[in-house]
Nanobody
């Protein structure tokens, strides 16, 4: 059974930073695509960033230059470093994974991923 567990969410002021982590277990961490999604109230789930097993990354335009996705294969851990946070970044953040590589056109679609974590809340407010 695959499990993904997120941590690191919290409340910060605009301009602040947070580092999210997602620990995976129960699967072979080989060829894969992993991603961070977020869902704000009243909005659809949105792909934020993805990374494949070769370390290639993709970001949604609204977070480019502020967020960085990374992975520690030895520890089966995915991270999302979020800097210069804005109120519009407020959402529940989820990590997601699939057993094969990222597709440049599909990485941001929720249906593309088989495994999901339970989410961690990020609130950006003054």
């Amino acid at each position: 059974q695959v499990h993904l567990v997120e941590s690191g969410g919290g409340s910060v002021q605009p301009g602040g930073s947070l580092r999210l982590s997602c620990v995976g277990s129960g699967y072979r961490y080989t060829a894969h695509c992993m991603a961070w999604f977020r869902k704000a109230p009243g909005k659809e789930r949105e792909g934020v960033a993805s990374i494949d097993s070769d370390g290639r990354t993709t970001y949604v335009d609204t977070v480019k230059g502020r967020f960085t996705i990374s992975q520690d294969n030895a520890k089966s851990t995915l991270h999302l470093q979020m800097n210069s946070l804005k109120p519009e970044d407020t959402a529940m953040y989820y990590c997601a994974a699939r057993d094969s590589g990222c597709n440049v056109f599909l990485w941001g679609r929720a249906y593309y991923y088989k495994y999901w974590g339970q989410g961690t809340q990020v609130t950006v407010s003054s």
